[in-house]
């Protein structure tokens, strides 16, 4: 029987679907999310158990937590595997909270570089749910950036820098080239009834008080407190639509693995930038048998996810890189617009990044080089531990229709909804871009003044998932327009990296909040037209 009928029906609970739900009901709609996954209680964050450091192996894996909230997620082409969390805050439980925004350039990429698409809206339009999502998570940073727009001061004061900021800060100074302090979802300060950090660096296994700024710990309980209501536990297998073609509802599996029916006058969905497709892809019927609001064909088509490569430089001084918050210390942004010369277009930012503990370094760090075993193994581990800086190099994914989400044909979850297959291949301009990268890379350790210096391969994990359902204007191009609003299902929107036309070079959270907080904008100025 289906339940009492809603305004909205937002479904997943991560940075997305708990932003649209949090200004939503602050406007006064009765909101309803359904999430798969449950309340994790802090005190079982892996962070908080003694074997936290092989966690890193395991935690942020679907396929290898197999929980029942988790859904399969197969892989083709180079990709080796994609990295999420199902449960109430969705992934950013794990996420490294690194919050840094779009340039505005990124959403001219066809009009600048003559590749990828524009987007139909522009960081100016953007910006204002920028600053709002920031005030809403609880952001740290330092305001005065000379190469990005002027922000609103940021909510609380920077996360140190550290030894390790410092020698690398010094190496940039002498290259000459362009860097600054991190913004970090993670608060220096206590802020919003929340505690400041207190650097014990285990942010993505879970924060254990609370200062990593999780949609759990921000948007929720505010959202809660006005009314949102979250079920969780609570699978949506399809989107329901009526004879006219509209969104109806959802049918979703309970906590019992019983089919339930809940009707909503709008159908939100935050499932990530795999889970909306599959979603999408799952829910065929006589008027979409390609799938809802798959009139175009690009469903789960452009999958995005960054191209990534990291470098660790080892020092002969000790660096701490073990003592303090994860995010991000650093930033630069010098070779992040397209230069001709380089051969490739677009462009990287080096993301100066901590280290874990002894264990991670004799596991193989972030460049997966482990520490061998046998009789150099003492002298290696104190050569480089805690003596690393680590230098990730993260470049702009260009979409490619290629690079794709579709429908396992055999594999399914535990409520028996077919799984997604997520298949992806670098492109060229990746490979090239990233190879600079590392070079520049090696330049700036060795003015750092590093001993020696390790690099990785070309990494081939997903954890941000962007493109499947691609914001545009035209409805041949795009699956949303610029209000995340479905073309073909006008009470349909999608609202998470899906929609991304384009993925820059920097993280994609904060984009993801301020999209989302627009989109809710834009779902209650148009509520004369729900039916
Ligand atoms: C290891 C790691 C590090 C990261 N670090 C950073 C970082 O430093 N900075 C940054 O910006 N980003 C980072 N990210 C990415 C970041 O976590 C995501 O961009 C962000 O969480 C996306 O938010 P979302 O709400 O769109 O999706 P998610 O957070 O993935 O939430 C989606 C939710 O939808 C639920 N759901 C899915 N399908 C269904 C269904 N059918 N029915 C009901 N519920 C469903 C899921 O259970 C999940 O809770 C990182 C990710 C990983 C894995
Ligand atoms: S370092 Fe700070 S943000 Fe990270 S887990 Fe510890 S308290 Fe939380």
Excluded at 159 to 172: I, K, M
Excluded at 177 to 186: L, M
Excluded at 242 to 260: E, M, P
Excluded at 367 to 382: I, K, L
Aim: hydrophobic share 35%; net charge positive.
């Amino acid at each position: 029987m289906a339940e009492e009928r809603v305004d909205v029906v937002v479904i997943g609970s991560g940075p997305a679907g708990a932003a649209v739900t949090k200004r939503l009901t602050d406007f006064g709609a009765k909101v309803l999310c359904l999430e798969q996954g449950d309340w994790i209680n802090r005190a079982e964050f892996p962070s908080e158990r003694p074997d936290w450091e092989t966690q890193l192996k395991t935690y942020f894996y679907p396929n290898v937590r197999n929980l029942p909230e988790d859904y399969p997620v197969m892989t083709g082409g180079q990709l080796k595997a994609v990295q999420m969390a199902n449960a109430v805050g969705g992934t950013s439980i794990h996420y490294t909270a690194h919050f840094p925004r779009f340039h505005p350039s990124d959403f001219r990429v066809r009009s600048l570089d003559g590749v990828a698409d524009d987007w139909p809206i522009s960081y100016a339009e953007l910006e204002p749910y920028y600053d709002m999502n920031d005030r809403e998570m609880g952001v740290s940073g330092l305001s005065g950036d000379p190469q990005n727009p002027p922000r609103i001061a940021r909510p609380t004061p920077p996360l140190p820098l550290g030894v390790l900021g410092e020698t690398v800060g010094r190496g940039f100074n002498k290259l000459g080239w362009y860097w600054w302090v991190a913004d970090n979802a993670i608060i220096s300060r206590s802020y919003d009834e929340r505690p400041a950090c207190m650097w014990h660096g285990k942010c993505t296994l879970g924060c254990p008080i609370g200062s990593k700024s999780t949609a759990d710990v921000t948007y929720w309980p505010k959202a809660l407190k006005k009314g949102a209501v979250l079920k969780t536990r609570s699978r949506v297998r399809e989107i329901t639509v009526d004879a006219k073609g509209r969104a109806s509802g959802v049918l979703y599996y309970d906590r019992n693995n019983q089919i339930q029916e809940q009707t909503a006058r709008v159908v939100v969905i935050s499932c990530n930038g795999v889970g909306t497709p599959r979603l999408l892809l799952n829910s065929k019927s006589k008027l979409f048998p390609q799938g809802i609001a798959n009139s175009s064909g690009l469903v789960g088509k452009n999958f995005m996810m960054h191209a990534t490569a990291s470098l660790e430089g080892i020092f002969d001084k000790s660096m701490d890189g073990h003592l303090g918050a994860r995010g991000a210390v650093a930033c630069s942004q010098q070779f992040y617009e397209t230069d001709p010369n380089r051969g490739f277009v677009r462009g990287y930012t080096f993301q100066i990044a901590r280290t874990y503990g002894p264990l991670h370094h004799a596991l193989g760090g972030i460049t997966g080089s482990p520490v061998p075993w046998g009789a150099e193994h003492h002298r290696v581990m104190r050569k480089r531990f805690p003596h690393v800086i680590p230098v990730i190099v993260q470049g702009e994914d260009l979409p490619n229709e290629n690079n794709r989400v579709e429908l396992d044909p055999a594999v399914k979850d535990s409520s028996g909804v077919p799984a997604p297959r997520v298949i992806y291949k670098n492109g060229d301009n990746n490979l090239k871009m990233l190879r600079h990268g590392l070079q520049m890379g090696r330049m700036l350790l060795e003015a750092s003044g590093s001993s020696e210096i390790l690099t990785s391969r070309v990494v081939v994990e997903a954890s941000h998932l962007m493109g499947t359902a691609r914001m545009g204007n035209d409805p041949k191009r795009s699956v949303v327009n610029a209000w995340n609003q479905t073309h073909d299902v006008p009470n349909l929107f999608i609202v998470d990296g899906s929609s991304f036309t384009t993925s820059s070079s920097v993280n994609p959270t904060s984009t993801i909040g301020a999209l989302a907080l627009r989109a809710a904008d834009g779902i209650w100025e148009r509520r004369q037209n729900w039916s």
